[in-house]
């Protein structure tokens, strides 16, 4: 299949399911109570655009993930490195990391509260712990596997630790690390959501919730279309930045 | 003069002789595979001269990569020692063709091939002209931008071959350079490598497992014994240079010497399948 053509699938299809998701709606085959029809989640939408209520939520929620990703990322990919190359450094951390890590990662979400209390901080924290465990895990993954051949020629062309680090360790991973960015972000939005759940006066996740509990169900929709929309668009930011970082490793 | 020393240093009783470049005494290499040791090279001893061309075969796993690999400083022998002496330590003193060709899959071609030169801090200008320089030489010109994945087997290993030539190391260890190349550009990189050699008086260590580039390269053809690896005979090639593949098959010392160390290269090869006791 066509890389074009493959995209044209890759909108289409979710624009079909809300076309018959509507036309369901307006034969009467599902509660319009529990589902009202798209239409009408967009009307509430362009109401909440207008009123300025959506763009403070989604702006609350892009800020905490924006800053829990850079946090997350930054300290995944340095300590993930030094992981990688340091069997001594690898002893030591690897057994925290893989007793902590099977703890969900919104379980923590009371925890942080406690620690961090109900303002930004918790919230963002949440987000960058949970990005932090699949950046660290791919890094070093991803320095370990990198061919012992090349780290030879850097030995054998008597390059610096700097220099190797730099011209083999970190673009030997690249690949991998991508990846587990690419997981972290995704991640980034399932967490953060659950913790606006809770503790929180902002955000699509509060949004979600407090529809939820007023039974404004249009507006609880919108809050689950928007995170829709913005998990996609992510994903496309993820693979452009795939596609100029690592031009050795390009699938299209 | 500088000299570079293995672990176990130099032996007093070793009389100084200016013109060995590298000098192997009683190299013994063992690998702990699980509980047991397997002997790779044990008790070789070789004197190689300056601007010496030195090629090396043997039955597969006789232990000449590993041979290669401690002359070039990367592993570390068991016992004996290698001397090497450094002449110009503004240049490198020895740089590695691997067998694995090891070309870097996130660099393009010029960048893998100035790799060397980069890394010691040449100014960009020089680095250019001499990448300029070896992307003509190996028939690359026209995919200096492309990435590894984008070329084929033969070119990766041309490219390999370019970095390690474009450092310009005293001493060149290469692993099988031109096993992946097509019969024409490997005529052309066996000229390209001697005119190299000769020019720029490099000393060389050569391993294939063809005697036809032995017989066009070599000053001395050393046969190493199935494992543990021992020297078994050492070739003086008589081969009159300039030598072109074309013309030294018609010499009659060609089809003599190879005959010769066919012989002995055949037992080691039988020996080292089991066909033979060792
Ligand atoms: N890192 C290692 N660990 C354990 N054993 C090793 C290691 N490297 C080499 N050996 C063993 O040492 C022996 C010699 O290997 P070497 O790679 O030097 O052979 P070779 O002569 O280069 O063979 P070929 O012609 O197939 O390349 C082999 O038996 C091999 O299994
Ligand atoms: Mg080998």
Sequence with gaps: ?252 | MVMTEGRAGIEADQKYEPDIKIRITGLTKSFRVGAQDVVALQDLSLNIKAGEFIVIVGPSGCGKTTLLRIVAGLDRQSHGHVVRQHADPKKPLSTMIFQEHAVFPWFSVEKNIEYGLRMRGVPKRERRATVEQFLGKMGLRDYAKAYPHQLSGGMKQRVSIARAFANDPEILCMDEPFAALDEQNKAIMLEELTRIWSETLKTALFITHSLDEALILADRIVVMTSRPGRIAAIFDNPLPRPRKSYEIRRDPAYGKLSAEIWDILRVEVLKSRGELPA
Excluded at chain 1, 13 to 35: H, K, Y
Excluded at chain 1, 173 to 193: E, M, N, Q, Y
């Design chain 1, 1 to 252: 299949m066509t890389s074009r053509s493959t995209r044209f699938l890759n909108i289409v299809s979710p624009l079909g399911l809300l076309v018959i998701w509507q036309l369901a709606v307006q034969a009467g085959l599902v509660d319009r109570r529990m589902f009202p029809p798209p239409s009408e989640i967009l009307t509430t939408l362009f109401h909440m655009a207008e009123t300025g209520e959506l763009w403070i939520n989604l702006g609350a929620s892009l800020w905490r993930v924006g800053a829990g990703l850079a946090i997350g990322s930054t300290a995944g990919v340095t300590i993930g490195i030094i992981m990688g190359l340091s069997p001594l450094v690898r002893a030591l951390v690897q057994p925290i990391i893989s007793a902590t890590y099977p703890v969900p990662r919104t379980a923590i979400v009371p925890l942080f509260l406690i620690i961090f209390g109900i303002g930004e901080l918790s919230k963002v924290m949440v987000v960058a712990t949970s990005v932090f465990y699949v950046v660290i895990i791919n890094t070093v993954t991803g320095v370990l596997s990198i061919d012992k051949v090349y780290l030879d020629v850097g030995r054998d062309m008597k390059v610096s630790r700097l220099q190797a680090f730099r011209t083999i360790a970190l673009p030997g991973a690249l690949p991998t690390i991508i990846s587990g960015l690419k997981l972290g972000a995704g991640i980034a939005f399932l967490v953060l959501v659950v913790a606006e759940y809770t503790g929180s006066q902002t955000g699509i996740g509060y949004m979600i919730w407090e529809g939820w509990q007023i039974l404004d169900l249009d507006q609880m929709y919108v809050g689950l279309l928007v995170i829709a929309v913005i998990g996609w668009l992510v994903n496309l930011i993820m693979d452009e930045v795939e596609y100029f970082a690592v031009p050795w490793h390009r699938h299209r």
